[in-house]
């Protein structure tokens, strides 16, 4: 990625138009050299470092976080990189590092329930996609679990592979983000709002079909131990 990109990352270059603030989009983050060794290396990761969870498995890399604090491990060499390459943009103000990453695997027709990132994060979330695209769907955080139930999404934003996606402000707290679980997606200009922001040229209605996606969930936990373990 060139020193251009790196100034105007948040900027309204890559600012996604007509929502709530705050999300910027930026298409072919990484390459396709470095996506193949992101997969590479979480798919030989030993067994024991993945959650499996009812729809979809996990990996966590820098610690496990917890309300009381999260005891915090070294990211190993091969990730880290991809750490400082968010953590150059200088999406985090104040010289905040990024210190936790989560790594998501959704086979095809995997999705996740609507939710926030939470208290237990710096409230800035960055996400590098890899092995496919997904859309990501935003919905306004109402009062009552029934409410919310009711609501359709107001937006979605298409996840390209290798692209990044920043999400802070209002989107972070006050929105909450879910995936369908489908197998192909019906691309739609009216609802998803990056469009423009893409790397190719999506025609209106176009079915594109979901593969295994892993995402990479780049964030700062504040509150950790003392006690840093190397693996």
């Known amino acids: 990625m060139d020193n251009k990109m790196v100034e105007n990352v ?17 298409a072919n983050f990484i390459s396709d050299e470095d996506e193949q060794e992101i997969i590479k290396y979480v798919n030989i990761a030993p067994q024991p470092k993945w959650t499996q969870l ?7 890399w820098g610690g496990i976080p917890h309300p009381k604090g999260m005891i915090a491990e070294e990211i190993p060499k091969w990730l880290k990189k991809y750490v ?10 104040n010289e905040i590092v990024p210190n936790h990453v989560l ?12 939710h926030t990132d939470g208290p237990l994060f710096h409230p800035i979330v960055t996400t590098i996609s ?7 769907e935003f919905t306004k955080r109402l009062d ?8 359709k999404p107001e937006f979605s934003i298409l996840l390209e592979r290798k692209s990044l996606l920043v999400l ?41 079909q979901r593969g295994t996606r892993l995402s990479l969930t780049i964030r700062h936990v504040p509150k950790t131990s003392k006690l840093k373990l190397k693996f």
């Open 10 to 26: 948040l900027t309204p270059f890559n600012l996604i138009p007509k929502i709530p603030p705050s999300a910027y989009y930026i």
């Open 54 to 60: 009812s729809h979809r498995r996990l990996q966590n």
């Open 84 to 93: 400082d390459k968010v953590s150059s943009l200088n999406i985090f103000e």
């Open 103 to 114: 790594i998501n695997e959704y086979l095809s027709g995997q999705g996740i329930m609507g």
């Open 130 to 136: 890899c092995g496919s695209h997904t859309i990501l």
């Open 144 to 151: 009552t679990d029934e409410e919310q139930r009711q609501i």
């Open 168 to 208: 802070r402000d209002d989107l972070y707290h006050n929105y909450l983000h879910s995936i369908s679980e489908i197998k192909a997606d019906t691309i739609s200009n009216n609802d998803i709002c990056n469009i423009e922001l893409c790397s190719n040229n999506y025609i209106d209605g176009e079915l594109i």
